[in-house]
C-alpha cells in the first residue's frame, strides 16, 4: 500500500490543453515535494510546498498544498510536449516517501 | 564531481550470486536515501540514513538486502543471493541535513538485471 496515492496513474493529452494531478495521503506531512523524472535520469525537484493551503506558482505550474497538509495538486497550464515526464510527489517527516506518479504524455 | 555519484550505471548478474551497489553522496550532506524503481514504476522507498545510522530500515525488501553508511559519507547497498525480481533500478539521493525545505538530489541509478 501506497502512503502517498497520485492520480491518474496515467494521462495523455493534446499540447495547449490544461491537466491537473493529485497527490493524497491520510498522513500529515512536515512537507510536500513534487518531483519530474525524465527517461533515463533521476527525479528533479519542481517545487517544495510547507505551509497548509500554499500555492506556489513556476510559471505555467501551480501547486497546492492541502489545509491540512495530507494532500497536494499540480495543475498545468497550456501542456507543451516538453511537459512530458513522471511527476512525483514525496512527503517528507523524518524521511521521504513518493508516490507511485503520474505518466504525462503531451501530444503535439 | 558536484553531484551524487552511483556506481556501477548498470550490472547484470546471475541469479544466486551477491551484488554491491555503491553511492557517493554530494559532499556535506548528511542524509542519504536508497530507493528502488520498476520499469515505469514510482519509487519504493528501502532504507534512510542520517549520518551514519539507518533510523528506519523498514523497507528494506527481504533480509537478503543489507546497507551500510561509513564516515557519513559513501554508502552501499547489498543484495545477496539475487533473485530475477531484484531487477530494477536502484536510485540514490542525498539531502543536507533534514528534509523539510530541502531538496534531495538523485543519482542516475544503478540498473540491475538478474539473469
Known amino acids: 500500500t501506497q502512503l502517498l496515492e497520485q492520480s491518474p496513474q496515467f494521462l495523455s493529452i493534446q499540447e495547449g490543453e490544461n491537466l491537473t494531478v493529485y497527490c493524497n495521503s491520510s498522513?500529515?506531512?512536515?512537507?510536500l515535494q513534487w518531483y519530474r523524472q525524465e527517461p533515463g535520469e533521476g527525479p528533479v525537484l519542481l517545487v517544495t510546498v510547507v505551509t497548509g493551503g500554499e500555492v506556489k506558482k513556476l510559471k505555467r505550474l501551480t501547486f497546492q498544498f492541502g489545509d491540512a497538509r495530507k494532500d497536494s495538486s499540480l495543475h498545468i497550464t497550456a501542456a507543451q510536449p516538453g511537459d512530458t515526464g513522471l511527476y512525483l510527489c514525496?512527503?517528507?517527516?523524518?524521511?521521504?516517501?513518493f508516490g507511485a506518479g503520474t505518466r504525462l504524455t503531451v501530444k503535439p | 564531481g558536484a553531484g551524487v555519484s552511483q556506481s556501477p550505471s548498470n550490472k547484470v548478474t546471475e541469479k544466486g550470486k551477491d551484488v554491491e551497489l555503491r553511492c557517493d553522496p554530494i559532499s556535506g550532506h548528511t542524509a542519504l536515501y536508497w530507493y528502488r524503481q520498476s520499469l515505469g514504476q514510482g519509487l519504493e522507498f528501502l532504507i534512510y540514513f542520517q549520518g551514519n545510522s539507518a533510523p528506519d530500515k523498514s523497507g528494506l525488501p527481504s533480509d537478503r538486502f543489507s546497507a551500510e553508511r561509513t564516515g557519513g559519507s559513501v554508502s552501499t547497498l547489498t543484495i545477496q543471493r539475487t533473485q530475477q525480481e531484484d531487477s530494477a533500478v536502484y536510485l540514490c539521493?542525498?539531502?543536507?541535513?533534514?528534509?523539510?525545505?530541502?531538496?534531495?538530489?538523485f543519482g542516475q541509478g544503478t540498473r540491475l538485471t538478474v539473469v
Open positions: 498522513s500529515v506531512f512536515s512537507s
Open positions: 514525496a512527503g517528507a517527516n523524518n524521511d521521504m516517501r
Open positions: 539521493a542525498s539531502s543536507f541535513r533534514g528534509l523539510v525545505n530541502t531538496e534531495a538530489f
